[in-house]
């Protein structure tokens, strides 16, 4: 077959790029080393439970123009993000407001709220310039950082242990910058995003997804001459002929088909053989239990765990994401982990050792004018779902 387009990667960008570009007439095909498609964003449905089984995912935006984009594709329910945190089985509200200020001081005002934070967050600051013979405080760590923004009690009960596991170290050892300040809420005000839209598609990500590949039609889809194919279990390195790291010109694949351009969803540092360097990530590791005894494990979709001694970072019950009042429950316990080779990789390290390589890497892609990179691996870049949707309808505008 001839295709405009071979997409790597049937995650969210890919699946916008090539419905995009199918409505533009294109034939495309997309393929993906995974069993599924959808990327990070799958759910799949157990006991009637849609599981996110990549973490929780919470589409959230400010973008009207993706968020009416979006809500072509799915219905979007009212779930508004509300974490709990539990520090030594005391249960606080997140993000941090009146409700958290309330349980943890046993105070009723805004002003109350205001002066322990601030008297807490002086006296940490004069103790660090004790300490250092100075009386211009500059942070030189993240603990300082934190200290110096929100004060003691909220550092150790919701900060300190959370950051340490989410990062694998000390929060001594860790740069002030990663946090540049710490959000602090003086309203009873428990929705964690401050962005206009937000929703959970009702019936999963998945069903959005075949919905933009063309795999799921619920109503009349207008007339589109182009056309999408979708291939999983399928890695582009042993689907396109190679050329040492390069593919091919023409493009074309094992199986014979040829393609105009591929848009790239993969590592970039990968694509490249790694020549440059070795692009850093965070990664996770999930523990999913289902737990068909028990319809209502905690009462909350997301539970954060902000002590170090319990070794996950949070749990989720999935089916408060959708109101789910059936029998059963299904909860996933989130493990921060250290990424090696051959391993998932989740959260760019954007620091500036990392950031100098991945730019030395686009420079590389540069020299391909057939060849585009998108996506969070692609550009090397923590996007939000709708900051990839922004960034894939932007990339096809240029086509
Ligand atoms: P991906 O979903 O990773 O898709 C890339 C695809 O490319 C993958 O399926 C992969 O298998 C495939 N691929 C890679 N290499 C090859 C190859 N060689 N051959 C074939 N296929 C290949 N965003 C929000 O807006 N709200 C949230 O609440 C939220 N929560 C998150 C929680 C977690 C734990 C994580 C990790 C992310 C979260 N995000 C959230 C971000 C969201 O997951 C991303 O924005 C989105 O999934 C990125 O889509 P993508 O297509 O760029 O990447």
């Known amino acids: 077959m001839k295709y405009d387009y071979l997409v790597v990667g049937a995650g969210l960008f890919g699946a916008v790029f090539a419905h995009e570009m199918a409505v533009k007439g294109k034939n495309v095909l997309v393929?993906?080393?995974?069993?599924?498609?959808?990327?990070?964003?799958?759910?799949?449905?157990?006991m009637g439970i849609n599981v996110h089984k990549y973490g929780a995912h919470i589409f959230h935006t400010s973008d009207k123009e993706v968020w009416e984009y979006v809500n072509r594709f799915a219905e979007f329910n009212n779930y508004i993000n509300c974490p709990v945190a539990s520090y030594k089985d005391e249960l606080y509200n997140l993000p941090f407001n009146m409700n958290t200020f309330s349980k943890m001081w046993g105070i009723k005002t805004p002003a109350e709220a205001k002066a322990i934070i601030d008297k807490q967050a002086g006296e940490e600051i004069e103790r660090m310039n004790q300490e250092k013979g100075t009386t211009e405080f500059v942070a030189d760590n993240l603990e300082e950082q934190a200290l110096s923004l929100a004060g003691r009690d909220i550092y150790e009960k919701l900060v300190k242990g959370y950051t340490e596991k989410q990062w694998g170290r000390d929060c001594k050892e860790l740069p002030a910058f990663i946090i540049k300040r710490l959000p602090m809420r003086y309203i009873y005000d428990n929705?964690?995003?401050?962005?206009?839209?937000?929703?959970?598609?009702?019936?999963?990500?998945t069903a959005l997804v075949?919905?933009?590949?063309?795999?799921?039609?619920?109503?009349?889809?207008?007339?589109?001459?182009?056309?999408?194919?979708?291939?999983?279990?399928t890695d582009y390195?042993?689907?396109?002929k190679m050329d040492g790291n390069i593919p091919v010109q023409p493009f074309e694949s094992v199986s014979g088909d040829s393609f105009d351009k591929i848009l790239f969803t993969g590592m970039i540092d990968e694509f490249f053989g790694y020549k440059l360097g070795t692009l850093e990530y965070r990664s996770l590791r999930?523990?999913?239990e289902e737990l068909p005894e028990?319809?209502?494990?905690?009462?909350?979709?997301?539970?954060?765990?902000?002590?170090?001694?319990?070794?996950?970072?949070?749990?989720?019950?999935?089916k408060h994401f959708e109101y789910g009042n059936g029998k059963g429950t299904i909860i996933t316990r989130e493990y921060p982990a250290n990424w090696k080779h051959g391993d998932e990789p989740y959260y760019p390290m954007n620091d500036e050792k990392n950031n100098n390589l991945f730019s030395q890497y686009t420079s590389l892609a540069g020299e391909y004018n057939n060849i585009l990179f998108g996506g969070r691996l692609g550009q090397y870049k923590y996007y939000n779902m709708d900051q990839v949707i922004r960034a894939a309808l932007d990339m096809v505008a240029e086509q």
């Open 31 to 46: 393929i993906d080393r995974r069993d599924h498609i959808a990327g990070n964003i799958y759910t799949e449905n157990k």
């Open 191 to 205: 929705n964690y995003f401050n962005d206009r839209y937000q929703g959970i598609p009702i019936g999963g990500y």
């Open 210 to 233: 075949e919905k933009l590949l063309l795999i799921r039609k619920d109503e009349e889809v207008p007339f589109l001459s182009g056309s999408i194919t979708v291939k999983t279990n």
């Open 237 to 240: 390195y042993d689907f396109v």
């Open 286 to 288: 999930f523990e999913t």
């Open 294 to 318: 028990v319809d209502n494990y905690q009462g909350n979709a997301v539970v954060n765990y902000t002590e170090r001694e319990i070794p996950y970072t949070r749990i989720i019950e999935h």
